[in-house]
């Protein structure tokens, strides 16, 4: 019996995860105007769910980890009474942040679950040691370092393009015709489409859609960026699926309904249901809410988050992707002076509070089914 509840409640973190976090790796694509919502999902789940298939060979290193062995003892992390707590506390998170549009991170919660439930089950005796080391200092450190990372890559690129002769134009539309204008003094005027009649909008430049000139090896520049962009998005996915595949199919280690490889496969196709059906109200946090951004801007965020969660995933550290993606995008707003401050704070309140209260539910849950 409680095998096939903890194989319902994985499979109900993994829909969530996929919710909550699918439209983080493509949300520069959105958020740049670079494609609208539906192919910005599409590509989003397809690339992750790529990565967890890939993950099957790569990651054995967060499926150990995410087991909670050298956390609590391993009597007790083996146990499907605490891996069904931990499924139930990290899943009821990040369930409640996406229904509210928070992107917050299934890593923070699962952590905050595996605390709640060791606590319990062990009577307050936890590694303290083993959870600063292996689980806090990455996901404290990974959004700083992405902060940095993101505002250094994009300072770099918008250089480069700079000392390559490479401008922007200003795009104007009036009805369905489209011409380019270029940028002068500053400021920008947007005409944008309204039917039945055509509407002329005044707004600030980074409200407006800025395209680039000039071509590369005769590619028209801005078809190279946009091509570039997607690549870079389809790369962050792929990482997010790499990355956060087996922490949650971890809990699946002791169920004998199925393999190790068959888990990964099922926690990654829960992973795209839940992001093709649940992501728009993150979507609309990520793309929208963080920062204003160009396509150039939204280049570098998504190396940058690309570059740190395969590296972490290589190397077994269970950083966050989210806790990446947003750093990286907010490094682009802190670099340009176009990042929202208020939504970033909320955004780092519902980080604050996922730890306290995926541990809570977790908890409740152990005592609830040891009571029964």
């Known amino acids: 019996m409680l095998s096939l509840l903890l194989l319902g409640a994985t499979c109900l973190l993994a829909y969530s995860n996929g919710a909550n976090d699918n439209f983080k790796g493509v949300a520069s694509l959105f958020g740049s105007g670079t494609t609208n919502y539906r192919v910005a999902i599409a590509w989003g789940t397809f690339s992750t769910l790529l990565g967890s298939i890939v993950s099957v060979f790569l990651a054995q290193g967060l499926l150990n980890a995410f087991s909670g062995k050298g956390l609590v003892p391993a009597s007790l992390a083996g146990g499907e009474l605490f891996l069904l707590s931990v499924a139930a506390g990290a899943g009821g998170t990040v369930i409640v942040a996406t229904k509210f549009g928070f992107p917050i991170s299934t890593t ?100 407006c859609e800025q395209l680039y000139t000039g071509r590369f090896v005769g590619v028209p520049w801005q078809r190279v960026m946009d091509t570039a962009h997607f690549l870079s998005a389809g790369v962050v996915s792929f990482a997010r699926g790499l990355n956060d595949t087996p922490k949650i199919a971890a809990l699946l280690l002791v169920v004998q309904v199925v393999d190790v490889q068959g888990g990964l496969i099922l926690v990654g196709v829960a992973m795209a249901i839940g992001g093709l059906l649940s992501a728009r109200r993150v979507g609309m946090t990520m793309g929208r809410g963080i920062t204003s951004m160009n396509h150039g801007q939204g280049f570098a965020a998504n190396i940058a988050t690309g570059i740190l969660v395969i590296w972490a995933s290589r190397f077994g550290m269970p950083v966050s992707t989210t806790h990446v993606s947003v750093g990286a995008l907010f490094g682009i707003g802190a670099t340009t002076g176009q990042g929202n401050f208020d939504v970033m704070r909320n955004v780092v309140l519902s980080w604050v509070l996922t730890l306290p209260c995926a541990a809570a539910i977790a908890a409740g849950t152990y005592a609830l089914v040891s009571f029964l």
């Open 108 to 207: 923070h919660s699962l952590v905050g679950a595996i605390v709640g439930a060791g606590l319990l089950g062990t009577g307050g005796h936890l590694e303290v040691a083993v959870l600063a080391k292996t689980f806090l200092a990455p996901l404290i450190a990974s959004p700083l370092v992405a902060v940095v990372l993101a505002g250094a890559l994009y300072w770099s690129l918008h250089r480069a393009r700079l000392g390559f002769g490479i401008t922007k134009q200003m795009c104007v539309c009036v009805g369905e015709p489209a011409a380019a204008l270029e940028l002068a003094g500053g400021t920008a005027v947007a005409m944008q489409q309204a039917m039945p009649a055509a509407h002329v909008a005044v707004d600030t430049e980074h409200r």
